[in-house]
């Protein structure tokens, strides 16, 4: 993959006018004048149909996952009430400030890969490749842990190995694949239905949830009474078998809360297939003569608009969905409550050898289904039904997030090997990866996509082993750590995506008089005149370096909190090996490719036009010229 970041075009300049003639064009989402060579290649290409409420689905059902259900829970267990309010703010608010400098990039060059090619231009080139892996192994992964997930949710009526291996890791998978191969508009529509269906259902449970601490139910906590603030009185206890204090505690749950903030970003990687927006302008108006037609960037401004309402409230709305759930989980049950989850490292006896959670000298953990924290709380209120629903309920959320994390991936992987040239005389790796890089002919990455699928689709197999639904077996422990390296792989993704913004922030306020001058289209963040900057991060730079801080002290102090009382083998893998593991890999690009150990110059402002001109491009090359059928049989075409 080391060529898929060199990028193979080059800026031309455009027809200056359109036919006197014409009282008004549309514009062309690739210039008219653009060389028959440079066209777009609709075999390497994908269809613009998202608009602003899918992209805001699509990003909706990514991040409103497992994390939503689950997280609340291990953070009550690990930290109690307190750490569930001050772990989901903060790293909401982390995610915000990232997403704050993903969506100003993202605004102006909605490019296949983004998250790999912002990196790869404005940082290092073997960096940006390893992001751009490190982004797809995150999502692969996570697609295969949320099947063993939905097969773990399934245990709570039924342990049976035949039902989880026949239906859930073979049927349930191969629906996804359909859904992701009959295109992008069947996609959308059914994100868009799903993420209504989720939200809906959401605020019946902390409706519920509400209800069951006024009173609602037979829990015994509540002693015919409700429950209210009673688990408050103490916000501060703490899992004493991982921490020494309430304060190491509290840094082990920031790790924990990231996970629930994965996917807030998948806009970067939908945006590609956004409805690129129509603008007219008349004859009189003059064209740009640097970066193309007024009304080009008029659509540009425009296309800046559908990404960014999704890209800056998906980090808002998905911290108060998280905060109040978490709030009310911690409202309603005990932090040392045997039916939450317990990390799977932690010892499950006491300092005098008495077993944990245990009913009749059995340990009570290693005998009950797989239980969520919501589920558990309406298990304790025996209210009739409620427990099943709410569990059915997290089965379809961990399926229909399952659909999103390979709807990411394939479009990470198609990112990289789309603009791979595999033709003869070319290395037969890099054979075989051009290869992935191509669409069908409904431009959806099929090939991708099938790879992206059962590239991991071993892990949730391999819980149907002896042993393998335990989360203290070695078999659940390598899946927990696995799902959590893939967290770490999008904070480390996080980090380098805040350190391109960064760098192109100074950028173009070094060069401003220089871009002003040659009226560089999209560029020109300190002009105010005439301004075409599709969208102005807030608080920058500022908001940029406290992002880039953060993430780092996720990764480096949260992660290694985990280790301070003791070296335990998966939460050290967990958080140091995807960080090794993604040196090496920038490491060993740079070995084979013996490329410079040095950032990308930005000092010269004709090299940074250079890479503008690049980006342009690759954001012209990138979808097919293609609109949206409004045929009797296109539900989605109409709306």
């Known amino acids: 993959m080391a060529d898929s970041m060199e990028m193979l075009v080059r800026s031309r300049p455009r027809s200056s006018r359109s036919s006197p003639s014409e009282k008004s064009v549309e514009v ?92 790869s231009e404005f940082v290092d080139n073997e960096l940006g490749i390893a992001v751009g892996i490190a982004y797809w192994f995150t999502y692969s992964v996570s697609f295969a842990a949320l099947l063993a997930t939905t097969a773990a949710e399934v245990t709570y009526w039924n342990n049976s190995k035949g039902i989880q291996g026949a239906i859930m ?54 002693d015919g009474g409700h429950i209210g603030a009673r688990f408050w009185n103490s916000p501060t206890p703490y ?15 920031l790790s924990v809360a990231g996970f629930a903030y994965v996917g807030v970003e998948i806009i970067a990687a939908s945006a590609l297939e956004a409805r690129w927006p129509t603008s007219r ?43 109040v759930g978490g709030i009310l989980v911690a409202s309603n049950i005990e932090h040392d409550d045997c039916l939450l989850t317990r990390q799977s490292w932690i010892k499950k006896v006491d300092s005098d050898g008495k077993l944990l959670c245990a009913e009749n000298g059995i340990p009570f953990k290693a005998n009950r289904p797989s239980m969520a924290p919501f589920v558990a709380i309406a298990k304790r209120s025996q209210l009739p039904s409620l427990a099943s629903a709410i569990n059915i309920f997290l089965i379809f959320t961990a ?100 350190w391109a913004f960064l760098r192109f922030y100074y950028c173009v306020k070094r060069h401003a008089p220089t871009l002003e001058e040659k009226r560089f289209p999209q560029v020109r963040r300190f002009q105010r005149i005439d301004d075409d900057y ?8 500022v908001t ?18 985990f280790l301070w009382r003791g070296f335990q083998r998966v939460p050290f893998v967990s958080a140091y090996l995807t960080i090794i593991v993604f040196v090496l890999i920038v490491a060993l690009l740079k070995l084979t490719k013996g490329a410079k150990w040095a950032l990308v110059d930005l000092s010269q402002c004709a090299e940074v036009e250079e890479i503008f001109r690049r980006l342009n491009e690759i954001r012209h090359r990138g979808a097919a010229d293609v609109e949206p059928e409004k045929s009797l049989w296109n539900l989605w075409g109409h709306i």
């Open 239 to 253: 899992e004493t078998q991982a921490a020494s204090d309430w304060f190491i505690a509290f840094l082990m749950t």
């Open 399 to 498: 399926i229909t997030c399952a659909n999103t994390n390979l709807y990411v991936a394939s479009r990470t992987f198609f990112g990289l090997a789309s603009r791979l040239r595999g033709g003869e005389g070319a290395p037969p790796w890099k054979r075989i990866l051009a290869w992935f890089g191509k669409t069908n002919n409904r431009n959806v990455p099929m090939r991708a996509m099938i790879f992206s699928a059962v590239a991991f689709w071993w892990v949730p197999l391999i819980s149907l082993a002896p042993g393998g639904s335990d989360s203290s077996s070695p078999i659940g422990m390598f899946i927990e750590a696995l799902s959590q390296m893939g967290t770490d792989g999008v904070i480390i993704v996080w980090a380098c995506e805040c």
């Open 169 to 222: 890791f073979v049927v349930v998978p191969l629906i996804l694949v359909l859904i992701n191969a009959l295109g992008v508009e069947v996609y959308g529509l059914v994100e868009v239905v799903v993420g209504s269906m989720k939200i809906s259902v959401f605020v019946v449970i902390i409706i519920a949830m509400i209800a069951i601490n006024a009173g609602a139910g037979n829990d015994p906590v509540a």
């Open 281 to 323: 302008r008349s004859d009189d108006e003059e064209p740009n003569n640097v970066g193309g037609h007024d009304a080009e960037r008029q659509s540009a401004m425009l296309i800046g608009e559908t990404i960014r309402f999704a890209a800056v409230w998906i980090p808002v709305f998905a911290m108060i969905a998280y905060t």
């Open 28 to 119: 062309q989402r690739v210039p008219a004048s653009m060389p028959r060579e440079e066209q777009p290649d609709n075999s390497r290409s994908v269809n613009r149909w998202l608009g602003p409420l899918a992209l805001f689905m699509v990003t909706i059902n990514g991040t409103l996952g497992v994390g939503l259900y689950w997280r609340g829970g291990d953070i009550v267990e690990m930290g109690g009430p307190l750490a569930v309010v001050l772990a989901f703010l903060i790293m909401g608010f982390i995610a915000w400030t990232v997403m704050q400098c993903i969506t100003e990039l993202l605004c102006i060059w909605p490019v296949p890969g983004a998250m790999a090619i912002y990196v």
């Open 534 to 541: 599709p969208f102005r991060s807030h608080g920058q730079p």
């Open 544 to 561: 940029g370096f406290f992002a880039l801080f953060a993430c780092l002290l996720v990764l480096i102090v949260a992660n290694g909190a």
